[in-house]
């Protein structure tokens, strides 16, 4: 076990490493003329321009400007965005924000998902299991673009339940409708993934030993057959939280959160290399880490699985 | 092992991560509804040093913390506010400013002239970098100022320390006069000192000589009549109090807290639930339903922003004016206004914005009105290209119009035009700089200070900032320059109508439609009004309870 984890995190700062040069080889592919873009339509007078370029490295070439930003990197240092505010800052304002919202957003759509899609599976072709498949099909089928601002519209302004913007800092409250919207994003394919695995395990052979020893119904479904089905479901929910972070643009932006999804908009906007790479590089970490704790949750839930 | 207590363990990941989810969670609700205080919305601005600050958003923030040494009436004629007067000499060369007394920043410190000397100083110093250094190059000396690249971009060789750190043309002759020497006469300076740049900065804000202390710009001290509360909340507010016994002034509210909104829609949304008690500029999409939304506390009111299509000189089947003037006719601009922005724009029928002092309805005449039959039979007789192209920035909400620009070209012309979405404006300028063939460039512009040379001399000029098309014209620069140097204001004007009239003859844009500030408030104020620069008169705006 603790082999396994440390030959896993050895390969995680290669990963890393990759990963970045990668997004800073895309990003430095992209970039045009970041201090135009920064400006938008206004001019820039030639001094500027020099003093910006120099401060930057805007100049310099592609492994030039690598090396400086690792070199800051290795340090602790993530460097300046382009309007001159540290990286560090706008890392340590973002991501507990959008960590929060992703954290409530998977907790959401895993009990929707896990108690809806055991019931689904339980009365299978029955009316709840028909209405859900209906439902999940609905919500498949709606980009977030269209829910998030729907729902802030109909619950937000209409009916007035919620506030319609979370803004910076907000409350569980506050964040409780993007979180939903978010949900809904990922709860479809979670109650789905639950509903036939349950349906196929209900089947198996020790569901009938456990239910010929004498066990209650309840308590097979509940242990045996629950722990069996939720290998694939932890898979998906990890793979989820990734996405969940990352995929917090269009939601983010629609309920007025600050968060990364946000800055990299800004970033990719500005063609701000630094920043989208600052950014890229901690979401690297985020997926990496939840993918070692998913594979080390599948030893928790089958004991058959060991590592070595 | 961890294989024995699975639920244990999955009750407390979850456990976890609720927490997680809920701690830090601080209180927005930090209710104002006692106080008597309101907010406005805004984007992030991108800074808010004055020098630095070109984009609306920083502009209004730095409104409520400074008081401007003029601001301009119904007329838009410069008035002095923290000046008691600003007198040229008899060339309009040496123009002196004469502050007013008793005015302090909000450390307490008295503002003399030399604040202001400092502040300009910083701004016009070429390696500083800042954005609003191009104001200050009518100051004799500017050049010094500024370092130029011995060997290009590209070059190996650094550029060289500039000559100078200080404007010759600016100096403080006593604690409350300012003398500032030109380069070259201008009667409307007045005006110019109306933008942003020339606030005034405390000595506080410089950690040494023409070197800005760190932290400064989060917690930014001004003259104004509000101060700030606390520092700048990044992408999340900047609130500002009121500051006791202001001098000048006073405004009826106790502080605005300037709500950071990321998309234009979300502030809407709260503006419309009542969580936001101004928005400046109501997206496109809002406007529909904004009526309904807001009843009467939807408004319009004029702006200066004037968007057209500039033709690029660089592509040789633009040259016959013939073509120019068909394109023009066979747009028919009241149809776009009305169907496109609901009536959020006016047509432009000239080549500066209405606001200006000098402005004539129409001289573009003939050329900008609507006449499909005539726009056939002129492109026909100059054999005009049977393919045309509008390049856009598609990061701008620019799609609708030009498509339906297009769509009455075709429609008029009988050729084919297509809009082309570029991802952002500095690739459209990157390829109009490789003279690549873009077809007519969509282009807008909001004015620095009302004057008519605002949008003459940037635009349409030779050396002009934003003549991306490379229009260039020896008597239209001759009388824009003209026009500066005139001994008055009024004389000033007449060389400007003159210029505007060789625009009109040879059509090298086309000018589209004015943009108008659009923009709603709460219930919970009232006496709102955006003026020219897209800002809220913060003066008279007042809570109704």
Excluded at chain 2, 27 to 37: F, G, H, L, R
Excluded at chain 2, 102 to 128: K, L, M, R
Excluded at chain 2, 508 to 517: E, G, K, S, Y
């Amino acid at each position: 076990m603790f082999r396994y984890i440390v030959r896993r995190l050895l390969q995680m700062v290669l990963t890393f490493f990759g990963a970045t040069f990668v997004v800073f080889a895309l990003v430095f592919a992209n970039q045009d003329d970041p201090l135009q873009a920064l400006a938008g339509e206004r001019p820039i007078t030639e001094s500027q321009r020099l003093a910006l370029t120099e401060r930057y490295h805007l100049d310099e070439g592609f492994f030039t400007q690598y090396g400086y930003y690792m070199k800051g990197l290795l340090t602790g240092d993530f460097g300046e965005s382009l309007t001159q505010r540290k990286i560090a800052d706008l890392l340590a304002d973002a991501w507990p924000t959008t960590a929060r919202l992703a954290l409530l957003a998977l907790v959401i759509a895993a009990v929707i998902a896990i108690s809806a899609g055991v019931f689904s599976a339980l009365r299978r072709g029955g009316v709840f299991d028909n209405v859900t498949l209906v439902a999940t099909l609905i919500i498949l089928a709606m980009p977030i673009v269209v829910i998030a601002p729907l729902a802030q519209l109909v619950f937000g302004i209409q009916l007035g339940w919620f506030p319609p913007t979370s803004g910076a800092d907000p409350s569980l409250w506050a964040l409780f409708l993007p979180a939903l919207v978010l949900a809904s994003s990922v709860l479809a394919t979670q109650l789905r993934v639950t509903r036939t695995s349950v349906a196929e395990n209900l089947r198996s052979d020790y569901v009938r030993t456990a239910r010929a020893k004498g066990l209650s119904y309840r308590r097979v479904v509940s242990v045996h057959v629950l722990r069996n089905s939720l290998i694939p479901v932890i898979t998906l929910i990890g793979v989820d939280l990734g996405q969940l972070m990352a995929g917090a643009i269009v939601t983010e932006g629609v309920f007025n959160i600050p968060g990364v999804g946000f800055n990299l908009v800004r970033a990719i906007r500005t063609e701000d290399g630094p920043l989208v790479v600052g950014f890229v590089s901690v979401l690297v970490i985020v997926f990496l880490v939840v993918n070692l704790l998913v594979d080390l949750l599948y030893a928790a839930l089958d004991p058959r699985i060991r590592y070595e | 092992m961890l294989g024995k207590s699975p639920w244990k363990m999955a009750v407390g990941a979850t456990a976890i991560a609720l927490l997680a989810a809920g701690c830090g969670s601080g209180d927005s609700e930090e209710s104002t509804a006692t106080s008597n205080t309101v907010s406005i919305g805004i984007a992030e601005p991108q800074h808010l040093i004055p020098t630095n600050t070109t984009e609306s958003n920083g502009a209004e923030v730095l409104a409520s913390l400074f008081y401007p040494l003029v601001d301009f009436n119904e007329q838009n004629e410069p008035v002095e506010v923290a000046a008691e007067s600003i007198t040229p000499d008899k060339t309009n060369t040496t123009w002196t400013v004469k502050l007013k007394p008793g005015f302090t920043f909000h450390n307490g410190e008295p503002v003399i002239a030399q604040n202001y000397v400092d502040a300009w100083n910083y701004g016009a110093y070429g390696p500083n970098g800042q954005g609003g250094s191009y104001f200050f190059s009518s100051i004799a000396g500017y050049a010094d100022l500024q370092s130029k690249d011995p060997d290009g971009e590209e070059g190996p060789q650094k550029a060289p320390d500039p000559k100078a750190k200080k404007l010759t043309g600016l100096k403080a002759v006593d604690d409350s006069t300012i003398e500032i020497k030109l380069a070259a006469p201008f009667a409307s300076f007045k005006s110019v000192l109306g933008y942003t740049v020339f606030y005034p900065l405390p000595k506080a804000a410089f950690s040494a000589d023409g070197v800005l202390a760190e932290g400064f710009e989060d917690a930014i001290i001004g003259n104004g009549p509000f101060k700030m509360k606390g520092t700048w909340q990044h992408d999340a507010q900047i609130q500002v109090e009121k500051v006791a016994d202001f001098k000048g002034q006073v405004p009826k509210i106790d502080g605005i807290t300037w709500k950071i909104y990321q998309e234009d829609s979300a502030q809407y949304a709260d503006l419309v639930a009542g969580n936001l008690d101004v928005q400046t500029q109501i997206p496109i999409e809002s406007l529909a339903s904004a009526s309904a939304d807001l009843g009467d506390r939807f408004q319009k009111s004029p702006n200066s922003t004037f968007q057209f299509v500039g033709f690029p000189t660089f592509q040789k089947e633009f040259s016959d004016v013939r073509v120019r003037q068909a394109i023009s006719m066979a747009i028919n601009r009241q149809e776009i206004t009305d169907q496109v922005f609901l009536g959020s724009q006016t047509p432009a029928t000239s080549f500066v914005s209405p606001v200006v002092a000098g402005y004539r309805e129409n001289t573009c005449g003939d050329n900008c009105k609507y006449d499909p039959a005539k726009a056939k039979e002129l492109y026909t007789a100059a054999k005009g290209p049977a393919e045309l192209k509008i390049t856009y920035n598609a990061d701008g909400p620019h799609k609708a119009w030009v498509d339906a620009t297009c769509n009455q070209i075709k429609a008029a012309l009988g050729v084919n035009c297509t809009g082309v979405g570029e991802p952002k404006f500095a690739d459209l300028l990157t390829k109009v700089e490789k003279k690549e063939p873009v077809g007519l460039i969509r282009l807008g512009w909001i004015m620095d200070y009302p004057l008519m040379e605002n949008y003459l001399g940037p635009l349409y000029s030779t050396e002009g900032s934003s003549n991306y098309y490379g229009y260039s014209n020896a008597d239209f620069d001759r009388l824009v320059e003209e026009g500066r140097s005139a001994a008055t204001p009024e004389e000033a004007i007449a060389k400007w109508q003159q210029a505007e009239d060789i625009l009109a003859k040879e059509m090298p844009v086309i000018p589209l439609r004015n943009a108008q500030n659009v923009f709603g408030y709460s219930e919970n104020v009232t006496n709102v009004s955006v003026d020219l620069f897209q800002k809220v008169n913060l003066y008279e705006i007042e809570r109704t309870s």
